[in-house]
């Protein structure tokens, strides 16, 4: 650098005093401790999510220290806080804590300790679900928003109708076919990349294969349509009717069925973000689209998704407690909120706690991670945040 | 013609033609457009918005969506490479590492997520081989390079702190950080106020000479071309209507839309008058009229630039202009 230049670049008053530097995530850190609300909720999650461990730990295994199955036939639909009677139980049978916390069930179970085993269910089932909806849902967001335009060409139709033959044939054992279709698939593929590194087209007599047939945003978005056409709750009872019951059964379902939300969110943000400048920057210094989309887009699309992903959690809650409440969820003696509720209903006059209780926990744990998730609306939507 | 890699000349561009299939007409944006970009030299492509300057830029780094745009015809060669021959994967190679782009708008340039010094430094790890170390001891050279003040503090620095001067800084310090061997400059200045401005053209004039790279800067704004440019293209309606060294066109502009261009800039001796604007407005590229683009609101109009497109007319030392009344009268010569 020459030295006559050097002072000119310190010109530009101001330029030196500059506040400290707030990350974007210390100062929604810093609005969410203002939004009591949502405080409240991020609480009460986190108390759930530490007593889920806690009753993982104390129920699971061959001999849990709290033992949820165990059944007291003498000690039946004792109310909450009441004392076992020592002298008709066997030393076993004895509740660990000594006091029935939240009484017991038809079969003289602990319902506290049901309650503890059946909420890592609900924590599992929440992430679990939502994890696999937030993943199907970025996938194609991010790809019928970024890819939307181009077109799903004849050729790609024919290329994925062979892969599944070859499939088909090794399923079924048929190696020689598979193995010569496989020839011709990646043959046919090696020489469509070579075309496609020297910028030629396909040959004139194979034109045809490269017509173009559909978008791929049309693709997705119209497989989001149709998804949300089916009323999603009865989907899952006829597919849980068809399948084995069991718990990861249920998350897969769920997760399954709850994607399009995500998917139209987040395609709208990477239609929106793919315009800016910033990406158009990143492209000009010659960085890779998987980057991109990655990388530069997905951060900035990604708060409103971590917001209705929060808002998922609950809603797989809810379906996964009605599902076992209707029998279909996750199969006895394993306890969740639905069954302890579903099996409480019978006695709902005569021990009123076994239905108030888990349908208590079920709300406020609900609500908490709704207040949470709206609040975290809220603070990443500045418009939203003015109101307050 | 393919000229050799390594020669003085790095960037040609030959009767590129970039058009848009929109609903309609087709949108001629570029129409032929011819210019050369020589090692260590300043471009400069001057003219109004619309005239194709952003698209011609952006066909260079093959940045142009495609569709709607298509690229109708013409040639481009950077240092012996014929860029619309080059595979996809080559072309991404090239930009960034060898030809870089400082884009308007430094306000929404930068990823709003990242802190500069990554954003600068990813610049530097896409196209090199370097530890996130030796990236960042580039990273605070680069910023330092383009006059960041304390560079090490303000790498953890989001966008949003930073003023809109200091942003096209960075920006630049991005485009930099490769040595490209030639910088695209669309407008870098134009959102940024006067005192900044200046300090950003000092920059890029101080960094064209220590890392001797060549510029090709875009912009309408003449007094900015006056500032820093060798050689200078005029647009117009997607073609260069004329081109010269930077003198030349100042001092002696042979096309009228150049001399109509230079009366409409504010001076010292205009004070008090009322300022030239061109009557009109710049044509539609999908409404071009026949023959000269700039016929209709050119005060040197006769009956035949109605019919035909007017050939480049030579003044030497590599001045030429697309107008035939001007250099068959003699108009203006003396003028100037």
């Excluded at chain 1, 030629?200 to 034109?207: E, I, K, Q, T, Y």
């Excluded at chain 2, 016929?295 to 030429?320: I, L, N, V, W």
Aim: glycine residues 8%.
């Amino acid at each position: 650098m020459s030295t006559e230049s050097k002072p000119m670049h310190f010109i530009g008053a101001g330029e030196t005093f500059m506040p400290p530097s707030y990350s974007p995530w210390a100062q929604t850190w810093h609005l969410l401790l203002k939004n009591r609300m949502a405080l409240a909720g991020l609480l009460i999650f986190l108390i759930f999510f530490i007593v889920a461990i806690i009753g993982l730990i104390v129920t699971g295994g061959v001999d849990p220290i709290l033992d949820p199955a165990r059944v007291r036939l003498q000690e039946k639909l004792r109310p909450p806080l009441s004392l076992p009677k020592t002298d008709t139980l066997r030393k076993e049978e004895l509740p660990a804590l000594g006091i029935y916390l939240l009484g017991t069930d038809d079969l003289g179970r602990d319902v506290f300790v049901r309650m503890l085993q059946g909420a890592w269910v609900s924590l599992t089932v929440g992430f679990v679900a939502v994890g696999i909806a937030v993943g199907i849902g970025i996938l194609l967001g991010g790809l019928s928003g970024y890819y939307g335009r181009l077109s799903i060409r004849l050729y790609h139709i024919l290329f994925w109708s062979l892969v599944v033959t070859v499939a088909g044939f090794t399923f079924h054992q048929r190696f020689w076919a598979a193995a010569l279709l496989l020839t011709v698939t990646i043959t046919a593929v090696a020489w469509k990349r070579r075309l496609d590194s020297r910028l030629l087209p396909l040959p004139g007599p194979l034109r045809w294969l490269a017509m173009p047939t559909l978008q791929v945003d049309t693709l997705i978005m119209r497989a989001v349509d149709i998804m949300l056409c089916f009323p999603s709750f009865f989907l899952i009872l006829t597919v849980v009717a068809l399948l084995p019951p069991s718990i990861y059964n249920i998350m897969v379902i769920i997760g399954l069925t709850s994607w399009m939300g995500t998917t139209r969110f987040v395609r709208a943000e990477f239609l929106s973000l793919r315009e800016l400048d910033f990406v158009a920057a990143a492209r000009a210094l010659g960085i890779s689209d998987a980057r991109i989309i990655f990388r530069h887009i997905m951060p900035n699309a990604i708060a409103p998704v971590l917001v209705s992903a929060t808002l998922g959690i609950a809603s797989a809650m809810l379906t996964e407690a009605g599902l076992s409440f209707l029998g279909f969820g996750v199969p006895p003696p394993h306890a969740t909120w639905g069954n302890i509720l579903s099996d409480g209903k019978a006695y709902i006059f005569d021990a009123p706690w076994l239905t108030f209780i888990p349908g208590v926990v079920i709300l406020i744990v609900v609500l908490a991670f709704n207040l949470f998730g709206e609040g975290m609306r809220d603070i990443f939507n500045p418009k939203l945040r003015e109101r307050n | 013609m393919n000229p050799e890699p390594h020669s003085d000349l790095l960037l040609s561009v030959k009767n590129l033609k970039v058009h848009f299939q929109g609903v309609g007409p087709v949108a001629k944006a570029v129409n032929g457009v011819d210019f050369k970009v020589r090692r260590r030299q300043t471009v400069c492509i001057v003219g109004e918005s619309g005239c194709g300057k952003t698209v011609t830029a952006l066909a260079i780094l093959g940045l142009l969506k495609q569709p709607p745009a298509v690229i109708a015809g013409g040639e481009i060669f950077f240092d012996g490479l014929s860029l619309f021959d080059l595979p996809a994967s080559q072309m991404r190679n090239l930009r960034g590492k060898r030809i870089a782009m400082v884009f308007q708008e430094p306000m929404t340039s930068l990823n709003p997520v990242f802190t500069i010094g990554d954003q600068v430094g990813e610049a530097v790890l896409v196209h090199e081989e370097v530890s996130d170390d030796q990236a960042r001891r580039r990273t605070i050279q680069l910023l330092y390079d383009v006059g960041i003040v304390e560079p090490e503090k303000r790498l953890n620095d989001y966008p949003h702190q930073l003023s809109g001067g200091q942003r096209q800084r960075v920006m630049i310090a991005m485009a930099l950080a490769c040595e490209p061997d030639l910088i695209i400059a669309d407008e870098p200045t134009t959102a940024l106020d006067v005192t900044v401005q200046a300090q950003i053209l000092r920059l890029l004039k101080r960094l064209k000479q220590d890392k001797e790279m060549a510029i090709q800067y875009i912009t309408h704004d003449l007094g900015v071309v006056a500032a820093i440019a060798d050689h200078v293209y005029v647009m117009y309606a997607g073609v260069v209507v004329e081109q010269g060294s930077a003198d030349a066109i100042f001092s002696k502009a042979r096309h009228p839309y150049t001399m109509a261009l230079l009366d409409s800039l504010p001076t010292k001796e205009k004070r008090g008058q009322r300022l030239y604007s061109i009557p009109g407005s710049v044509p539609h590229p999908a409404y071009r009229p026949l023959g000269c683009p700039f016929h209709p609101r050119c005060r040197y109009c006769e009956p035949s630039c109605e019919k035909a497109f007017p050939d480049f007319f030579d003044y030497g030392k590599g001045h030429e202009a697309r107008c035939p009344v001007l250099y068959k009268s003699g108009v203006g010569e003396k003028d100037r």
